[in-house]
C-alpha cells in the first residue's frame, strides 16, 4: 500500500548538508587551528570492527575551496587503513557557507563514541570558535602568566595540563578566585607541571575560597614551598583525616599552613 503525501513524515525534511562523494586526498584537517592528529590506535581499532551498516558520514564544510573535516577524522582514516594504506572515494556530509568559527564549534559539540574529545581539545575548539566562556577562561590563565596544554601529552612549565579540572573551577569559583589561586599556585612552585594536578588545583582553590581574608600571603607561600605538589595527591589519597572529594585535598594544604604552631591558627572549616 502506497503512503499519501501527507501522512509521510519525510516529505518535508531539508537538512542542512549534501551527501556528497569525495576522494580522501581531497579532505583537508585543519590541524593548526582546532582539528586533533590522529590516533594511530583509535585508527586500528575502528577498521578491525568496521561495519557499513553503522558507520557515520563525514562531516565537511565546503570553504574557500577546500572540503574541511570537522568531525569524522578516525573514521577516514580507518576507511584508508581498510584499503591498504590508500585514498578512496567516501560518502561524506557536505556544508556550505559555515565559517570556520562556525566549524570550530561543530567540531567542538560533536558526539561520536569513535574517538571522545579531550577536555583540552574541546576548550580550544570552543576559543576558535569564539564561545565567550571558553576565551575569558583563556584570557585569565594567560594574564596569570599561563598557557593551556591542550593535548595534555607533553607537559612544560607554565602550561596547565587539566584543562577540564581547571575549566571546571574557574566557572564554579569565578573568574577573581580563579586567578588569584592560580597567581599563589605559581608563585609557590614556580609553574612546575606537579603543580597543576587536579589534586592541587582543587585543593588550593577551595583552601582560597574558604579562608579568603583570613589566611596569611606569604605563611601560606612558605608552607607550600615546603612541600611537594604530588604530596598533596598522596596525602589525599591516604585520607587520614576520612575526608571525602575535594576536602582530602584541602587538609594537606591547611596543615601545612598551621604546622605545630597555634598562633594565628585557621579553623577547620571543612
Not at 582539528?35 to 594511530?40: I, K, L, N, S
Not at 564544510?61 to 577524522?73: M, P
Not at 596569570?144 to 595540563?161: A, E, F, H, K, P
Not at 588545583?201 to 614551598?225: C, D, I, P, Q, T
Amino acid at each position: 500500500m502506497r503512503l499519501k503525501d501527507n501522512t509521510n513524515p519525510f516529505i518535508h525534511v531539508n537538512p542542512p548538508y549534501q551527501l556528497m562523494v569525495i576522494h580522501s586526498s581531497k579532505l583537508v584537517y585543519p590541524r593548526e587551528l582546532y582539528q586533533r592528529g590522529v590516533e594511530r590506535k583509535r585508527v586500528e581499532l575502528i577498521a578491525a570492527h568496521f561495519n557499513e551498516y553503522v558507520a557515520n558520514e563525514p562531516k565537511v564544510s565546503f570553504r574557500n575551496g577546500q572540503f574541511i573535516v570537522t568531525d569524522g577524522q578516525h573514521t577516514i582514516e580507518g576507511r584508508i587503513f581498510r584499503n591498504g594504506g590508500k585514498d578512496l572515494p567516501i560518502l561524506c556530509k557536505v556544508y556550505t557557507g559555515m565559517t570556520v568559527e562556525q566549524e570550530a564549534l561543530l567540531f567542538a559539540e560533536q558526539n561520536g563514541f569513535s574517538a571522545p574529545l579531550t577536555a583540552g581539545i574541546k576548550l580550544r575548539a570552543k576559543v576558535v570558535g569564539g564561545d565567550a566562556i571558553s576565551k575569558a577562561f583563556l584570557a585569565a590563565t594567560n594574564r596569570v602568566g599561563l598557557s593551556l596544554n591542550y593535548d595534555s601529552q607533553q607537559l612544560t612549565d607554565y602550561r596547565i595540563g587539566c584543562v577540564g579540572t581547571a575549566f571546571r573551577l574557574y566557572k564554579q569559583m569565578g573568574e577573581p578566585l580563579y586567578c588569584e589561586t592560580m597567581r599563589l599556585i605559581v608563585a609557590a612552585w614556580e609553574g612546575k607541571p606537579d603543580s597543576f594536578r587536579a589534586s592541587v588545583l582543587k585543593g588550593m582553590m577551595h583552601f582560597v575560597e574558604l579562608y579568603h581574608g583570613e589566611f596569611s600571603e606569604e605563611r601560606l607561600l612558605r608552607a607550600l614551598r615546603s612541600i611537594h605538589p604530588v604530596d598533596i595527591y598522596r596525602i589525599g589519597q591516604d585520607d587520614p583525616a576520612k575526608l571525602r572529594g575535594w576536602k582530602k585535598y584541602v587538609f594537606p594544604i591547611y596543615t601545612a599552613y598551621n604546622g605545630k604552631c597555634r598562633k594565628d591558627a585557621l579553623p577547620m572549616k571543612f
